[in-house]
């Protein structure tokens, strides 16, 4: 029971007390849990909020950068720094404290936040591979003027509706008290303890909702978009003019970057996935070995790892973007002498423990 709780956030209190191990081993786990974890997630944290914050300024501020794709990418972006400001911090804390320690609101808040935010993501990776699908495939169909609107108002029903489909986590979710050889700890829960089938009715429907009925519709529209790109190949003429090719070119380099977004969005959440179905179905039973450990670990990290990880794809991908990035890269070297120098004369007159709730506020922990 200790071990079902949010997808994303849940707490898992006993795990690093496990009788079965080595003294030796309870000392590497506790070091790893208390120290090289916590700043794994700083790290996360930090490479996130400066790539996509970063990117929606690039494309909020530069408007050759306003397109329908760029437009789908800036709401994938923001829903990533959702992520990063809720529900990665509070996990973070959990490495500090053996229990939930943020009250019955939070409980029912941080569910429905980050719940909000993978269904962001996933809605609008399909929304972006219908997108590229219309372009390549049907490319008679002309961009009217638009499209912007109407790209924006889809954007926003992503929102709403994954705003709606969360609501059951609030409804759901509960501070209870529980017990694990012979202690007793506060734990956040998604579903009522007392039905069986709700932990495995809620695992499965996350996984086919979130995961694997979007990614069955992508996989639908890239084996259409591949179909189409082959076909062109071979029936383009030779005559073809520079315009039709440049176009053709930039459709598929689009196309790939999307399919980059979801390889990365696959890789990074299934192994979540698979670890809550894992737990759903071995409901009154408690996993506290070692190798389950790692594997929440690695999941955890892996998981919280895809909100920083499209700004770097986008700039390894996309020139236009890389080009902007830099740019904005050497704005801020202009202005970092005086920021600096300010910073080393604030720490003169600052203690030690000042300095550290600043770090901590300014990485959303406070």
């Given at each position: ?12 209190p006993?795990e ?10 309870r000392?590497t ?22 790539g996509?914050i ?6 909020i501020?530069?408007?050759a950068?306003r ?10 972006a923001?829903?990533?720094?959702l992520?990063l ?15 939930w ?5 939070a ?19 399909t ?15 002309i961009q009217?003027?638009?499209a ?10 992503i ?5 709606l ?40 429907m ?25 076909k ?21 380099r ?43 670990l ?10 920083c ?56 922990f406070l």
């Open positions: 029971v200790a071990q079902k709780e949010q997808p994303l956030c849940e707490k898992e006993r690093a007390s496990s009788g079965g191990w080595s003294a030796d081993g000392e786990v506790h070091f790893i849990i208390r120290c090289v974890i916590p700043s794994v997630y700083i790290l996360i944290i930090t490479v996130g909020l400066l996509n970063t990117l929606v300024k690039i494309f501020t530069t408007s950068m397109s329908v794709p760029n437009i789908f990418i800036s709401s994938l923001v829903g990533d720094l992520l400001v809720t529900c990665v911090p509070v996990d973070a804390f959990r490495y500090f404290f053996e229990e320690i943020f009250g019955t609101v409980c029912k808040l941080i569910p429905v936040i980050q719940l909000t935010s993978v269904g962001v993501s996933v809605f609008t990776l929304a972006l591979s219908a997108d590229r699908h219309k372009a390549i495939v049907n490319p008679m169909d009217t003027s638009s912007v609107f109407w790209t924006c108002l889809k954007a926003i029903s929102w709403v509706v994954s705003v489909l969360a609501v059951p986590e609030a409804i759901f979710s509960q501070v209870v008290h529980m017990s694990d050889r012979n202690v007793t700890f506060t734990a956040c829960v998604p579903y009522p303890l007392s039905n069986e089938m709700h932990p495995k009715i809620h695992s499965v996350i996984f086919l909702v979130y995961f694997l009925i979007p990614l069955g519709i992508i996989s639908v529209y890239y084996y259409h978009i591949a179909r189409t790109l082959i062109s190949a071979h029936d383009m003429p030779g005559e073809a003019s520079e315009h039709s090719k440049r176009q053709m070119e930039t459709r598929k689009l196309a790939k970057i999307v399919l980059v977004f979801v390889g990365l969005f696959a890789l990074c959440w299934f192994p979540n996935h698979v670890l809550y179905m894992y737990r759903s179905f071995n409901y009154r039973q408690i996993d506290s070995s070692l190798l389950h450990l790692i594997i929440t690695l999941a955890r990290v892996l998981s919280f790892s895809s909100s990880v499209n700004p770097f794809a986008l700039y390894l991908l996309s020139e236009s973007f890389r080009r902007h990035f830099n740019s904005q890269l050497t704005c801020q070297r202009r202005h970092s002498p005086g920021v600096v120098s300010l910073v080393l004369l604030h720490n003169k007159k600052n203690s030690y423990s000042e300095i550290k709730v600043t770090l901590m506020m300014s990485l959303g």
